[in-house]
């Protein structure tokens, strides 16, 4: 396996990155603080990616046209993210789960949001991001790997745009209010938008395999394991068929990742 990118050692390369998402959360964190307001830190996860990929391609510069490609499809989902994030957030408070830690540490939360929270996001988006610092700054041309991350990363980032949409348009009705989404690809799966943010980080990782850092696998298997197990699938539906009775039957017959046929509820 190679140790550096075109003379330059792998660790060093990814460095600047680290640097700047760690100095960008602290400086979130700080905003955090008089407004109270912890959950700013999410629409700013999309952004960070673009952030880290950016200042990566400005330190060591871009000469490549994969690393172009790799720039304009980061800032394409990060930049829709991001907004589509701040639109659902705006004027809807903290997110319960800061507010619960926010009572549970009590007075000491305003530091332990700063480790638990912005840094351990930092952190956790830097990992993620490996496979787009070493692909933004690889040298060479295009070739079948790139073409399939393409291909990937469309259908991933389309996937995640519909469904947030179909989502958002669904929750602007209030006859809606307590029911269940199980039409357009809500029907195929529970979450369609998670699924396709994880196909498009598979795709972006197609990029570094191009880039021939394919040993970078833990990106997207970090991101998939966080929208399957941490912060996506499981957490949204703890406590879900409390809320909304309609959601078991919804269950049983809808995936929860995947997309597939919808079961015959009497079968």
């Not at 980032?157 to 029911?179: I, S, T, W, Y």
């Not at 396709?196 to 795709?203: C, K, M």
Request: aromatic letters at 14%; proline letters at 6%.
């Amino acid at each position: 396996m190679e140790s550096s990118l075109f003379g330059v050692p792998y660790a060093l390369t990814v460095l600047p990155g680290l640097a700047v998402i760690i100095l960008a959360m602290t400086l979130l964190w700080a905003a955090s603080l008089p407004l109270k307001d912890a959950s700013i830190v999410d629409p700013f996860w999309g952004p960070g990616f673009l952030l880290v990929a950016a200042v990566t391609a400005l330190v060591w510069s871009v000469s490549s046209l994969r690393g172009w490609l790799v720039l304009g499809c980061v800032a394409l989902w990060a930049l829709r993210l991001g907004g589509h994030l701040l639109r659902r957030n705006r004027s809807h408070g903290e997110d319960p789960r800061y507010a619960r830690w926010r009572e549970d540490h009590g007075a000491a939360f305003w530091w332990v949001s700063l480790f638990k929270i912005f840094w351990l996001q930092a952190l956790l988006l830097w990992i993620v991001a490996w496979p787009l610092m070493l692909a933004v700054v690889s040298e060479g041309g295009i070739g079948g790997w790139d073409l399939a991350a393409l291909v990937v990363f469309t259908a991933g980032f389309l996937c995640e745009a519909v469904a947030d949409a179909q989502l958002h348009r669904f929750r602007q009705d209030p006859a809606n209010e307590g029911k269940v989404l199980d039409t357009g690809l809500w029907r195929y799966s529970r979450h369609p938008n998670y699924f396709g943010d994880a196909l498009l980080w598979w795709g972006l990782y197609l990029f570094a395999v191009g880039a021939g850092a394919w040993w970078t696998l833990f990106g997207p298997v970090v991101m998939t394991v966080l929208l399957l197990k941490v912060s996506g699938v499981s957490l949204l539906e703890e406590d879900i068929e409390e809320r909304r009775p309609a959601y078991a039957d919804y269950i049983r017959r809808t995936s929860a990742f995947i997309p597939l046929p919808p079961k015959d509820p009497d079968a």
